[in-house]
């Protein structure tokens, strides 16, 4: 099982969803970085189970400990050694699924794969694993704030619920508003009615992320086969309960010719402080791209959406099998999510921190 992310900017984590602690290990992290501990933590808290009616009701505090590689408040260029400890795991909740495989999880392909799996929560396959992806997307985000890039995730549908237009006629800062993380106050209401609606019905639903980078230079991206939208793809889809993934226009720009597609240019973007004149960004009239063209950055916003499918677990009677391959049925205890996206949001941006720092450095254009 591989367990490390990135390039040069990599994590690697470990932990089960009730084991003893999430934690990970953050190397290439640039030195002399100061570290903000209330940010990191924030990041967390808005992953956090618990912060809502339409979430998960497991508390957690979910407290990050910084265990290395941090001196003197700023980063010291060595591997950051982290940990979160589980306080409130109910183990006991998941005993009537010790024999059985539930449908749609990843039950059935790991004990196929490895010949055993933990059964209380998921273990390795839970979503509380990516705890250890926000803390390393956090420490991203603070090195991208310094280049003047920002990674602005949000809620654009759950269900059948969605934002009318695209992320150009929002105030994205009012996503954090509410808890649903839409811009939009009228539409997060009605999503969260709905999330409402399906918690009470023990049923769950599904939906879209969108997600926007600002700030990227030209230039990012290593084709032919670690193209920028290719890993941010890759990225996007390592993360739990995702089905799909689009940049740009999208599969809306298939209906679409040439002459309505192509993205003309127009005047420099700039002017950019940390590049020179030759490296200064040229505006497009339109970014039907997502930012990105032959698998590079050409300095426009990026911009993509990430799909989510229904929670898996039901709080209501399914059929399955066990491990002998016996029909059988049960019902889901415990506490679970109704709908993923509200506490997704921040993973989402967490991945994209990743990949475009991981980028830059490889691209060696990172000027702090």
């Known amino acids: 099982m591989r367990n490390t992310f990135g390039n040069i900017f990599t994590l690697t984590t470990f932990g089960e969803s009730h084991g003893a602690a999430i934690g990970g290990v953050v190397d290439g992290m640039p030195a002399g970085i100061p570290i903000d501990q209330d940010f990191i933590q924030q ?47 109910h183990s006991q909740d998941y005993e009537n699924m010790r024999r059985l495989f539930r449908p749609s999880h990843a039950d059935y392909t790991y004990f196929h794969k490895y010949g055993t799996r933990d059964h209380r929560g998921g273990g390795r396959s839970s979503a509380r694993i990516t705890i250890s992806r926000c803390v390393a997307g956090a420490l ?68 879209i992320i969108s ?54 240019f127009g005047a420099p973007l700039g002017p950019k402080e940390c590049l020179p004149e030759q490296e200064q960004p040229m505006a497009t009239k339109t970014n039907n791209s997502g930012g990105i063209q032959g698998g590079i950055s050409n300095g426009q916003d ?39 996206l509200p506490r997704a949001v921040p993973v989402v941006e967490a991945m994209g921190a990743m990949v475009i720092l991981d980028h830059l450095l490889l691209s060696k254009t990172i000027r702090i």
Do not use: W
């Open 211 to 264: 997600c926007v980078i600002k700030g990227c230079p030209v230039g990012l991206g290593e084709p032919e086969f670690d193209k920028l939208h290719a890993d941010l793809g890759a990225a996007m889809l390592s993360i739990n309960a995702v089905k799909g993934f689009e940049y740009g226009a999208g599969f809306s720009g298939v209906t679409q010719r040439g002459s309505e597609q192509n993205d003309i």
């Open 302 to 340: 990026i911009y993509f959406r990430v799909a989510f499918k229904p929670v898996a677990t039901l709080l209501r009677e399914q059929q399955t099998i066990d491990i002998d391959g016996n029909a059988t049925t049960f019902k889901a205890q415990g506490r679970h999510d109704p709908c993923v």
């Open 140 to 207: 991203a985000k603070l090195v991208l704030r310094q280049l003047g890039i920002s990674v602005q995730a949000y809620t654009q549908q759950v269900g059948p619920i969605a934002l009318e237009h695209d992320y150009t006629h929002y105030d994205l800062t009012k996503a954090e508003a509410n808890a649903v993380r839409c811009p939009d106050e009228e539409k997060a209401r009605q999503m969260e009615q709905l999330i409402s609606e399906v918690k009470a019905e023990g049923d769950t639903i599904g939906g």
């Open 43 to 89: 990041e967390l808290n808005r992953r956090r189970p618990g912060q809502s009616a339409i979430t998960t009701s497991r508390k957690e505090a979910d407290k990050v400990e910084l265990l290395s590689g941090v001196f003197e408040g700023l980063s010291t260029g060595t591997p950051i050694g982290f940990i979160v400890r589980n306080e409130n795991q």
